[in-house]
């Protein structure tokens, strides 16, 4: 059954009728239309459909809708401010960090939020932080170091 | 001006052998000049079912337009490999344009002409040269008709950044632009690329970043499952739980009583749809079906044996000299069995595809390798014209080969054409991996023989189900063959399961082989692995590469197994010529290996995009350590026990090593393959550390950690 919920989609305050049963990534793509937010696996295993909720990273194909009441959700489409990009997609364009790009949206918001807990990370850390983000096309080499670059140019800023 | 053979074909006669579509009206005027490379792609192997009749057609062509942007339409598709950034380059050296005013159209049936499919490293090398050509010969088009407006001969023209100059006054100019406007000019080319000089390149050779990263950094870059349409209905098809599997009963009624959700069928196929995704993935679950089974009595341990055993007719190929000859010549021989498995090409975007009906005519958005082969499939499976159908394939979220594969558009069509509403199909990741047209398990049995100099006296090499690429014997042995076991003429199936082309097709299986049986010998001789190979080769580009690799590595002498984990091995591939060398150290009590450091030089001849030639080498290595470590489809049957990324492991952030790759530079020789040479080696390299590092030798991948303590217990 639909109900209201009220949240903070990319920084605006947002309400929706609808099944607060489905899941966050079917309604960010379909709802909302910011399709982004992408589909890998449907069971958490490879990252693709990672947003932020509340500055987490988290697997929008496994959480409701219903979970988001009164939190912030950000997805790739609001990282950009007046078509400026945000130092990680900076740092990912700079880099060639990505080829097929499908899962490149996941990575920057997983990023993102390990940059947020921690903004000085050492390589080892952005391994481990982003270890279970699966990348096909084999460009991790090239992630690690836009990470580490972005990192880097945000100086622990935002 | 570029010398290339041109024969004139009358516009009138061509423009209905192609049914060719009123261009004009789609563009909007300007200058057309189509091109047909189909005479250089000789190498081009078509599946049977999209054989068309190539030679007529023109499969290419390249639009002048009034703003002076020039555009070429491909049917090629960009899947991550870059052919998007570099087509450009070569446009603008041969049209003496800026790169800014060069753009591409690419995988639409409708606005492109015919291409067989996105596969085999050959858009670079193949179509490449023949676009570079044709563009030649159509700025001649425009120089021409320059001349006309201008009232300057052509030998007094020339060409500059889209502008065509009078040599003796330079005040007489007209852009590209200028002389499209208000024209309807189409031009037939029939061309075979020339060996172009590489010192007139502005672009072609400099290395050049991704154009499509914002897109793809900022969510905005569309695949097939980004797009919506009104009244669009998400489907899941009922799937049988293992291949062999016949529906016997189905009840629909559990799935049926969720609102907003409807059960279609057609045919045999018993699909849910809704408009609300969840739905259609919860109510798919809810349907209960019974299934008769009559599978294969075979699974992942027994493969091996069953495909040594299965009705196979065989074909010899790179014999030299008398294997038995060689025998007598050899001091030591050696037989060995290698063993591979099926792959899933494993892409992060599932086979996905939206389908819409506009009365007669049919639109298909496909993540596809193949945009005409699913066209020619829907007019199959849908029993429509070809005419009416078109194929768009959008950024398409890797392919790997698997993409060459299409069923998901038919049966988005199918189900499009049931409910009267556009129809997307997204298949689960479960669903990936039990439709996926797997990498073929095989067998390789290597009988060879040296002499006390360490010196390859014959060769027997035996590949069951892989095919020859990359059995070429690129060693000199003086007496060889190699023979090629493949599923008999009317002999039942081998597979279980549909198998495809998987990054570089089966040439990975036989450079595993190869150069595992090659390192083993080495250390029987005594002789180091890189200087083994060295004594054995004659092949510059190879010998090149393997100096290279070893330069860039540091290496050093070392007689097998010399406890430091190194692994050498080289191979060839769509033309491309490599040599890798890795680094590992192995967890003796877990079995664990860790690549610590991989090194890959490559012979591509003119490399036309450095930057992307370098992601896509270390792609290659990165996605090689998956089938070298840890990936292998488990089956019992038709059963596939892998359907996820916690059971098909693929390579991880933890798993990156430090990774260099090196490109040769061979400017004055055609380019080559780029998106696949450089996996071939990642088996073998990883195979040989192992054995450097411990004596102990595994002969079949994945190396997993319990494969691995297993032979560490043998050595």
Redesign the interface.
Known sequence: MAKSITFTLNGKKTRAEI?P???LL?VL??HF???????????G??G?CTVLIDDEAVRSCSVPFGDVQGKKVV???G??VNGR?HPL?QA??DN?A????????GM?LTALALLKKNPAPTRAQ???G???????????????KAIDEAAKKMKGGK | MKKVNTTGKSAANEAAAIKRRDFFRILGGGILVFFSPWDALGIMALPADQARTLTKDYNAFVHFAADGSVTCYTGKIEMGQGIINSLPPMMADELNVAIEKVKLVMGDTELCPYDAGTWGSLTTRSFGPAMRAALAEARGVMVELASEKLKVPVSDLKVENGTIISVKDPQKKITYGELAQGKRIERYLTVKPPVEDYRDFTYVGKPRFRTDSVEKVTGKALYAGDLKLPGMLFARILRPPSHGATLKSVNTAPAEKIAGVKVVRDGDMVAVVSENKDLADEAVAKIEAEYTFSEMPVNDKTIFDWMLKADTSSSVSNTAGNIEEGRKESDVVFEHEYHDVYLAHAPMETHTALAVFEGEKLTVWAATQSPFGLQDGLAQGLGMQRDNIRVIAPFVGGGFGGKSAYQQGIEAARLAKVTGKPVMVVWSREEEFFYDTFHSAAVVKVNSGMDDNGLIKFWDYHVWMAGTRGAEQIYEVPNRKTTSYSRGRNAPPVHPFATGPWRAPNNNTNTFARECQIDIMAARAGIDPLDFRLRNLKNQHVIDCLKAAADRFGYTPGRLPSGRGIGIACGFDAGTWQATIAEISVDRNSGKITVKRLVCAQDMGLCVNPQGALIQMEGCLMMGMGYALSEEVLFEGGDIKTKGFDTYEIPKFSWTPEIECIILDRKDQAPQGGGEPAIIAVGAVIANALFDATGARVFRVPLTPSRVLEALKKS
């Open positions: 099944d049963d489905q899941t079917w793509r379909n239309g910011l399709t982004g937010t992408k589909f890998g696996c449907g069971n295993f490879c693709a997805t790739i489409e990282l950009a990009l997609q990912f364009v060639d990505l080829q097929c790009g499908y899962c490149t949206p920057i952005i391994i481990e982003m270890d279970d983000n699966l990348c096909r096309c084999g460009a991790h080499p090239r992630i690690i």
